[in-house]
């Protein structure tokens, strides 16, 4: 060994105190000696030794109350304490085991057994330690994996929340507030096809940090500078300004769980994008198949009525011809050639006039067919809309539901 093993014997008997160093004096052992409880405790104080041999019948307070203040003090209440007594009854065993005494060794005894006892109560105390020092490790790495999973249940959380939400503002700040739970203070950007916007908790974003947001790369997903980390996702990027660099365990998780957030945040992004180009897109081809129907409408009224002017017009234009033809003097073979003529014309001008009519049977087909397309994609829009409500009222109701 290189550290001396270090016994501590209190004893008001010199005779026994020689006797104990006699027996366990070594190169590996070093034997201390004190003659009262008091000294005993003022020893062990200055200098807290491997094991305490500890006389029961002393002047002054005796071995059980010099026991019960050797529990009682940080330094030694975990150092091995073994009873040395005349007394060897059940009683007084007892009464040793109660006020913290490890062993009980009845005077006289052997060399032989006091350092077998000491030697076996040694390595009681190492396991004892090691054990401790297992199931601290065991302990932390318990309190880790429940920490570690109650982030990962946040992060859930936050995932089944972002699917309802319809803009980015909302998104992106339910993003801070969720990685403010675990210290965070953050700031982000977040770049569509029309703009570029920042989002803070805390404060503003200083010009420097939007700097450095913008110029990091984003081939490169954490860009790390001091407590600093900036996380790049195409769509979203985020400054995290208090990194745990004294906790290397929460920062590995932290690191690890970052990229789940924006994930979801950038595919979030793209699908509020994409969800605001349909809506435009729908809302413009509902006001086309407006405008088509109406101007639609229109020509087919204009064209019925043109017909009726026509007919008219027809009608009063062959009447005055014939009025016209008795005042010309013309012979009969001359005036029913005209006639004849004129009625042909004029049939055929009606005929044509007639097939307005087919022209508004179409247009009248039409007309409902872009009426029933538009009550479609009205129901449509409304659906969406209502199942986007919806959606968003049972996570809302979920919200006060522990995952892990």
Partial sequence: MTNKIDILAIDDDKF??????????????????????????????????????????MPGINGYVTCERLRGTVETC??????????????????GYEVGGDDYLVKPFEN?????????????????QSLQHQYQIAQKTAVDAITGTSELGQAIQFLEKSIAFQSTDELIGSLLSSLEQFGLDCCAMTESKENVS??????????????????????????DFGQRTIVNFPLVRLLARNMPLDNHEKYGRLKDLLPIYLSAVNVKLSS?????????????MLNSFKSIRRYLYHMGTTIVSSREEGK???SELLQELQSDLLTMGLEQDQEDYLLDRIDTVVNDVMLKLDAGCEIRSVLSFILSSLKSLIDKQENILDEFNK?????????????NIELF
């Fill in 16 to 57: 026994v105190q020689k006797m104990i160093a006699r027996a366990l004096d070594s190169e590996s052992t070093l034997v201390r000696t004190a003659d009262s409880g008091e000294q005993g405790l003022e020893l062990a104080k200055n200098k807290v030794p491997d094991i305490i041999l500890l006389d029961v019948e």
């Fill in 78 to 95: 975990q150092v091995p304490i073994i009873f040395l007594s005349g007394r060897s009854s059940l009683r007084e065993r007892m009464q």
């Fill in 112 to 128: 032989e057994n006091l350092k077998a006892r000491v030697e076996v109560l040694f390595n009681y105390n190492a396991e004892r």
């Fill in 198 to 223: 920042w989002f803070a908790v805390k404060g503003a974003i200083s010009p420097i940090e939007k700097e450095l947001i913008e110029m990091s790369d984003k081939e490169k997903r954490f860009l």
């Fill in 272 to 284: 509020i994008e994409t969800q605001s180009a349909l809506n435009r897109q729908s809302e413009d």
């Fill in 312 to 314: 008219v017009i027809t």
């Fill in 387 to 399: 199942s986007i409500v919806q959606n968003t009222d049972v996570i809302q109701a979920d919200d």
